[in-house]
């Protein structure tokens, strides 16, 4: 038997037990089911007759629906809104602004982010549990106020050196700032870099949180700002900005 006649037969009897068939027929369904894919897909032709029907007939009839009813009321609940958020979103803006603006300094000494600490302690420090002084008209009493750089324990084989900067106040330990500070070895300069990040600062919304030293300090770090190290230790007294709010006479 030569090949052409075991062809013929292997046919015969593929044909004979439907083998052929059954084949035929996969291919014609999966043939359908891809024709169908593409008339019923996202950009087929059946799709598209099925959304201009409906287009037909949703669009007229939204364009011609009555909301004055509902503008009333959503006028009213976006004026709530504004109000209950006004104040918080114009801080998230501000503090955003002024995060996002570049300072162009490049180094600054420790006495001049004192200076500037000191300042926020005299308008922020809490006064409730101030004495008045009398002496010299009618003023809350000064406040304790210190600076002091204190390296840490830093191993001998690592190529950095790490410090702690810290303002203490002590009357109001919110106004306390504890900044850390890093020095790599091999630097010619005896300048720091800053590391501050505040603990305030969880998503957007919690910008409004941040008060202008946070800012400052913030700033500072992520512009890489220098550290001169022109003073390691300082005591001294904060006047409040405040005046007592009781009347003498």
């Given at each position: 038997?030569?090949?052409?006649?075991?062809?013929?037969?292997?046919?015969?009897?593929?044909l004979e037990d439907g083998t052929i068939?059954?084949?035929?027929?996969?291919?014609?369904?999966?043939?359908i089911a891809k024709a169908l894919d593409g008339l019923l897909g996202s950009y087929g032709d059946v799709t598209k007759i099925i959304e201009k029907e409906i287009k037909s007939v949703m669009v007229p009839y939204?364009?011609?629906?009555?909301?004055?009813?509902?503008?009333?009321?959503?006028?009213?609940?976006?004026?709530?809104?504004?109000?209950?958020?006004?104040?918080?979103n114009k801080k998230i803006l501000e503090n955003f602004k002024e995060l996002m603006t570049e300072d162009k300094m490049k180094t600054i000494k420790v006495s001049e982010i004192y200076?500037?600490?000191?300042?926020?302690?005299?308008?922020?420090?809490?006064?409730?549990?101030?004495?008045?002084?009398?002496?010299?008209?009618v003023s809350y009493q000064n406040v304790d106020v210190s600076l002091s750089f204190d390296e840490d324990d830093n191993k001998s084989w690592s190529s950095f050196k790490y410090a702690t900067l810290t303002f203490?106040?002590?009357?109001?330990?919110?106004?306390?700032?504890?900044?850390?500070?890093s020095l790599y070895n091999e630097q010619k300069k005896s300048s720091w870099d800053i590391s501050y990040e505040s603990k305030h600062i969880h998503d957007i919304r919690s910008l409004k949180h941040l008060n202008e030293m946070e800012i400052f300090l913030m700033k500072?770090?992520?512009?890489?700002?220098?550290?001169?190290?022109?003073?390691?230790?300082?005591?001294?007294?904060?006047?409040?900005?405040?005046?007592?709010?009781?009347?003498?006479?």
């Open positions: 038997m030569n090949l052409e006649n075991s062809i013929k037969d292997i046919i015969s009897k593929k068939e059954k084949l035929i027929g996969q291919q014609l369904e999966t043939g939204l364009e011609q629906y009555d909301y004055s009813q509902y503008i009333t009321k959503l006028d009213s609940v976006l004026v709530e809104v504004l109000k209950s958020a006004a104040v918080d200076d500037k600490w000191m300042d926020y302690v005299a308008k922020n420090v809490d006064t409730s549990e101030l004495e008045v002084d009398y002496d010299d008209g203490e106040c002590e009357k109001d330990e919110k106004m306390n700032f504890e900044i850390k500070l500072l770090s992520q512009n890489y700002t220098k550290i001169e190290i022109d003073k390691t230790y300082e005591n001294d007294e904060v006047t409040p900005e405040a005046e007592p709010e009781a009347s003498f006479s």
